[in-house]
Antibody, heavy 125, light 107 residues
Framework: EVQLVQSGAEVKKPGESLKISCKGSGYTFTNNWIGWVRQMPGKGLEWMGIIYPGDSDTKYSPSFQGQVTISADKSISTAYLQWSSLKASDTAMYFC??????????????????WGQGILVTVSS | DIQMTQSPSSVSASVGDRVTITCRASQHISSWLAWYQQKPGKAPKLLIYAASSLQSGVPSRFSGSGFGTDFTLTISSLQPEDFATYYCQQADSFPITFGQGTRLEIK
């Protein structure tokens, strides 16, 4: 059974750093792209970026490029999303999501078939 | 970036009703469109991919159609568990983008 299990909720102060995780199981972790999606309180879904754990090839949305870092550790089948300096506006639910199809340099034609349960990140002074 | 616009933003309907949600892309995306259902506090769930292909395990009352820039999601006979928010998503080019969502409420 394919599963994506995300780390627990986080409460942080502005300016602090944070790294959240998403552990994959039930499929070949290195051969499939994992993306991250933000959902701000009461708002819609925003695609942040995607990584291929096999070679760490990463694509970012221009809206998030330079604001976050996406990485993966294939030895423990885990993808990460990290911030070096959080802002209050980073308060949101963050989902990881798996596509079992391939991605090219320009797109991932396949949809996100599997999702993690989400991590609520709260940034407040 | 490709902009995805859904309509309506919200709709009220009754159990048994037929409901159609529309998604329009700001440029041609062929059939590279997916539909997701999201319930409060939960992760989105894939319903339809490639504009009209039903994801495994999804009830057949859900159907999708469209090509190019205009797409629809239809629920043929609403069930109580279908009241949720629905999102379209284009997969034609990076950055991947979602519609703003359509909230389906009980009348």
């Amino acid at each position: 059974e394919v599963q994506l299990v995300q780390s627990g909720a986080e409460v942080k102060k502005p300016g602090e750093s944070l790294k959240i995780s998403c552990k994959g199981s039930g499929y070949t972790f290195t051969n499939n792209w994992i993306g991250w999606v933000r959902q701000m309180p009461g708002k819609g879904l925003e695609w942040m970026g995607i990584i291929y754990p096999g070679d760490s090839d990463t694509k970012y949305s221009p809206s998030f490029q330079g604001q976050v870092t996406i990485s993966a550790d294939k030895s423990i089948s885990t993808a990460y999303l990290q911030w070096s300096s959080l802002k209050a506006s980073d308060t949101a639910m963050y989902f990881c999501a798996l596509t079992l199809g391939d991605c090219s340099s320009s797109t991932c034609y396949s949809p996100f078939e599997y999702w993690g349960q989400g991590i609520l990140v709260t940034v407040s002074s | 970036d490709i902009q995805m616009t859904q309509s309506p933003s919200s709709v009220s309907a009754s159990v048994g009703d037929r409901v159609t949600i529309t998604c329009r892309a700001s440029q041609h995306i062929s059939s590279w469109l997916a539909w997701y259902q999201q319930k409060p506090g939960k992760a989105p769930k894939l319903l339809i991919y490639a504009a009209s292909s039903l994801q495994s395990g999804v009830p057949s009352r859900f159907s999708g159609s469209g090509f190019g820039t205009d797409f629809t999601l239809t629920i043929s006979s609403l069930q109580p568990e279908d009241f949720a928010t629905y999102y379209c998503q284009q997969a034609d080019s990076f950055p991947i983008t979602f519609g703003q969502g359509t909230r389906l409420e009980i009348k």
